[in-house]
């Protein structure tokens, strides 16, 4: 059975960090390149951040680029994303995904997905 199990999240104050980090089992999570999604409560799930299967290459969507970090350790089947400088906007569930192809920007494109971890930014 395929899982992406995301942990990480809570509750932190504006400027403040929090480290996200999805670990996979069932997938050899090194065979595909991953992402983070996020969805902000009455909003669509929105693209965050991609990284190709070898951790070579990353692509941030506009928004987070700049503060937010994605990487990944293949040998512990384990993705990572790292939020600096948090902003009460960035208040959301944060989901991570595995897929073929880089970088995809739309989630149906996403075979795998995991359950999301809350991630409140106070003002």
């Known amino acids: 059975q395929v899982q992406l199990v995301e942990s990480g999240g809570g509750l932190v104050q504006a400027g403040g960090s929090l480290r996200l980090s999805c670990a996979a089992s069932g997938l050899t999570i090194s065979r595909y390149n991953a992402a983070w999604f996020r969805q902000a409560p009455g909003k669509e799930r929105d693209f965050v951040a991609a990284?190709?299967?070898?951790?070579?290459?990353?692509y941030y969507s506009d928004s987070v680029k700049g503060h937010f970090t994605i990487s990944r350790d293949n040998a512990k089947n384990i993705v990572y994303l790292q939020l600096n400088s948090l902003k009460f906007e960035d208040t959301a569930v944060y989901y991570c995904?595995?897929?073929?192809?880089?970088?995809?920007?739309?989630?149906?494109?996403?075979?795998?997905w995991g359950q999301g971890t809350q991630v409140t930014v106070s003002s």
């Open positions: 995904a595995a897929g073929d192809g880089f970088p995809l920007l739309k989630g149906v494109e996403y075979a795998y």
């Open positions: 990284i190709s299967w070898s951790g070579g290459s990353t």
